[in-house]
């Protein structure tokens, strides 16, 4: 953990419960656990109850089991609350704080766990994940894409075939899952709404147009959303927008 202001270290944390659940307003009450708490935040303690407990905006870090940063978020307001020693270990607090940050998805926990433990090695692993679900793993997918995509280079050369398995594909969320691992493997990255997709186009997110992108079982399971009337379904509409998005950049979308 970092400030946000100068990267002044904060302090690691063995465990946090409550990240990952939502109040309104993107608030969250953290419990950090095993927390060794160092400069703004370690003087915040001594501040609990008054306006003075809250250290500010913070970078929380999510390291791998060799200690390697896999992704990062940026929450506001962090603002300690109660503090007691902690069963972790000598010196380590357990820490209650609030802090504001509407990127921290319900359902990202697992996603990282996976990250963490090398267990997210192969494709399709979203494919049983519901709505939210899809969204948290694209988030997921998101702030790790450099962790993920670390010793590769920037982008394959133009010319490529990327295969998009279509078979988990029911809804926008699922496209951008099955796109992101067509490109960069599993729990890849390439975009996670229609302006992202677009920019990730424009190179240096694994793959320089021109391509080609051939859908496999786009008509077993995907025609329908390609087909439906734009009114009746915004995924229709958003497919509808991502193919003109794919042609401008000159990639070849081949549906099988």
């Not at 990952?20 to 109850?49: A, I, N, Q």
């Not at 948290?136 to 920037?154: C, D, H, I, K, T």
């Not at 691992?181 to 990255?189: L, Q, R, T, V």
């Amino acid at each position: 953990m970092t400030s946000d202001e100068d990267d002044e270290f904060w302090g690691f944390v063995q465990d946090a419960e409550g990240l990952f659940d939502p109040h309104e307003d993107g608030l969250r009450r953290v419990e950090l656990l095993g927390c060794s708490p160092e400069g703004e935040f370690l003087t915040s303690l001594d501040r609990l109850g008054s306006r003075g407990a809250t250290a500010g905006g913070a970078h929380l870090s999510f390291l791998d089991a060799e200690g390697i940063k896999m992704g990062s978020y940026f929450v506001s307001g962090l603002t300690a609350t109660a503090a007691r020693p902690s069963v972790h270990g000598d010196g380590l607090f357990d820490i209650e704080v609030r802090l504001w940050c509407d990127q921290l998805l319900p359902g990202s926990a697992a996603v990282w766990d996976l990250l963490r433990t090398g267990k997210l090695n192969r494709k399709g692993m979203w494919g049983d994940l519901d709505a939210g679900g899809r969204k948290a793993w694209l988030s997921v997918a998101l702030w790790s894409r450099e962790y993920q995509r670390r010793g590769q280079p920037e982008d394959r050369p133009p010319g490529q075939v990327f295969t998009l398995d279509g078979r988990q594909v029911v809804d926008i969320n699922g496209f951008y899952c099955a796109l992101g691992e067509a490109i960069n493997g599993p729990s890849g990255y390439f975009g996670w709404n229609l302006a992202a997709v677009d920019d990730c186009l424009r190179g240096g997110f694994g793959a320089k147009p021109p391509f080609t992108l051939e859908w496999l079982h786009s008509n077993a399971d995907s025609s329908g959303l390609i087909s439906a009337p734009a009114a009746d379904s915004d995924t229709a509409a958003d497919i509808q927008v991502l193919l003109e998005i794919f042609a401008d950049h000159d990639i070849d979308v081949l549906m099988r």
